[in-house]
Nanobody
Framework: VQLQASGGGLAQAGGSLRLSCAAS??????????MGWFRQAPGKEREFVAAIGRLSSSVYYADSVKGRFTISRDRAKNTLYLQMNSLSPEDTAVYYCAAKSTIVTYTPRSTNEYDYWGQGTLVTVSS
């Protein structure tokens, strides 16, 4: 599957952005993947942000974004989303979407668990 992330840009502190990740998979195939969002700030390692199970029945968030970010997926559109609210300058990073082929429902949280990656979209939050 190929992943195309979009929606990044410049936001002010306290503002919102919504990221999208379009998957080149049919609706039935898309539901075979657990999906996740990661981010990488300059000079730092890529870190987990959020994940959603293959049937949207389970979600998991990093503590740093819990209560501010919401991950979701639309099977009909083969698209993964990340709604980001109450943004802070610490959220500035390149955001990547990722997919994990699986037959069970779980939310992978480490980079080495994922099989496919999107190209990343830059989010910059100004103070």
């Amino acid at each position: 599957v190929q992943l195309q992330a979009s929606g990044g840009g410049l936001a002010q502190a306290g503002g919102s952005l919504r990221l999208s990740c379009a998957a080149s998979a049919s609706g039935g195939t898309f539901s075979r993947f657990s999906m996740g969002w990661f981010r990488q700030a300059p000079g730092k390692e890529r870190e987990f942000v959020a994940a959603i199970g293959r049937l949207s029945s389970s979600v998991y968030y990093a503590d740093s974004v819990k209560g501010r970010f919401t991950i979701s997926r639309d099977r009909a559109k083969n698209t993964l989303y990340l709604q980001m609210n109450s943004l802070s300058p610490e959220d500035t990073a390149v955001y990547y979407c990722a997919a994990k082929s699986t037959i069970v429902t779980y939310t992978p949280r480490s980079t080495n668990e994922y099989d496919y990656w999107g190209q990343g979209t830059l989010v910059t939050v100004s103070s």
